[in-house]
């Protein structure tokens, strides 16, 4: 009866018939995920990623770009279908059933992704394709994913002994851990913080249409009045035009002083993120975990990172101050006094940049409508690659899944 059971939400669940969806060119059929389908999707999909890592390591055949590159980087395909649908949702659409499923996901990825990357059998395998890498003819293509597959591994502890890859292993596992937990914080404590205004005059310089959606916020709350929170849609309209100055800069406040102290405080985390980071950079005789991250970067080392900001800084400060002086002065015209303070900037910037290119947001408005845009890319698509796009009339339901 269990295999039975198990049988049946197999059969249910769409991640596994994914090469038989009939959406348009293989998109997700989103109506038909639930929740309890990721899970046991990832779990198979970790199984099978093994599996074909097993595989190639235990190929009798000698090593050779298609059964050993080729292979490696077709390998863990429903996990790759699986993490492409939840990693996005949980970026763009998360809730709290998701990030709790990210929470017991992190460990058993990070075991995954460290049990590969530190595998000898593999690594030895790649090596060997990588050093007859000249007599191959590969094509450029080729050559890059070689290149980039051995660099990976390398990069990421195929090279130390057999003491160092656990501790690494381990390390990375606790680094994925506190990752998740910080972003998740942020997350909350973003969600977490409103303020409710009850006098309209308080919104002064709002848009209508900004003014409206406040208030939408509040009736979904049950609450009369107009609530602010501190997703970008609020943050950015309110803090650009709303003349009080002090709820400007409560939100500045709040915005700015997430998981600081409270129940979604990161300063810990963030202490333990540095320690751990820096135990890896070491693992890799490095002196800190920068110099291990610039490895195989344009930057290559820290040194022509501090150079290329301190150009930077030598270049852009004298027009910076200048910018500056000029917002001071113009505050002061409108009668501001005192000197402006982080909250102020966004807020007399607009102004100064309406007063002095008499051009606004809302000018520019019809221009951007989202058809407008729309049809602009689709003609830039085409001007760029000849490519033409038509509207598809596809619905999604039940039968489109397999």
């Excluded at 990375?172 to 973003?190: C, R």
């Excluded at 009850?198 to 049950?222: C, H, I, S």
């Amino acid at each position: 009866m269990a295999a039975l059971a198990v049988t049946m939400l197999a059969s249910a669940n769409p991640f596994f018939h994914y090469k038989e969806w009939k959406t348009p060119h293989g998109t997700y059929p989103f109506n038909d995920i639930r929740l309890e389908h990721y899970m046991p999707a990832f779990e198979e999909g970790i199984k099978q990623g093994l599996a074909d890592i097993d595989a190639i390591v235990n190929n009798p055949a000698a090593p050779t770009f298609q059964n050993t590159i080729e292979a490696y980087e077709k390998s863990g395909e429903l996990l790759s279908m699986v993490a492409g649908c939840f990693y996005n949702l949980t970026s763009a659409e998360t809730n709290d059933e998701l990030q709790a499923i990210a929470m017991e996901l992190s460990p058993k990825m990070s075991e995954y992704s460290a049990t590969i990357r530190l595998n000898e059998g593999l690594f030895e395998r790649i090596k060997a394709v990588y050093e007859q890498k000249d007599k191959l003819k590969l094509n450029p293509a080729q050559q890059k994913l070689l290149e980039d597959i051995y660099e990976s591994f390398a990069n990421n502890g195929a090279n130390l002994n057999a003491e160092q890859k656990q501790v690494y292993k381990e390390l990375s596992a606790k680094l994925s851990q506190l990752t998740l937990v910080y972003g998740q914080n942020v997350l909350k404590a973003t969600n977490a913080w409103t303020m409710l205004i009850t006098n309209e005059a308080d919104l002064a310089g709002l848009k209508d249409d900004t003014k409206a959606m406040l208030k939408a916020n509040a009736e979904k709350k049950g609450m009369q009045g107009w609530l602010l929170d501190l997703k970008p849609t609020t943050y950015i309209p309110v803090m650009e035009d709303c003349q009080n100055r002090d709820i400007r800069r409560e939100l500045y406040t709040a915005y700015n002083s997430r998981c600081i102290g409270g129940e979604f405080d990161n300063t810990q985390i963030i202490v333990d993120i540095v320690n751990t980071r820096l135990e890896i950079a070491q693992l890799f005789d490095k002196c800190n975990y920068a110099e291990k991250s610039l490895v195989k970067t344009c930057a290559e080392n820290q040194e022509n990172v501090y150079t290329l900001l301190n150009q930077l800084r030598d270049s852009y400060m004298p027009a910076a101050k200048k910018e500056v002086k000029e917002l001071q002065d113009y505050a002061k015209e409108l009668g501001f006094e005192g000197e402006l303070q982080s909250w102020d900037f966004s807020y007399y910037s607009k102004k100064l940049k309406d007063a002095k290119y008499a051009i606004s947001d809302d000018l520019l408005r019809p221009y951007f409508e989202l058809e407008t845009v729309k049809q602009g890319v689709f003609d830039l698509a085409n001007r760029l690659y000849g490519l033409t796009f038509k509207l598809n009339s596809f619905h999604f339901n039940k039968h489109n899944c397999c």
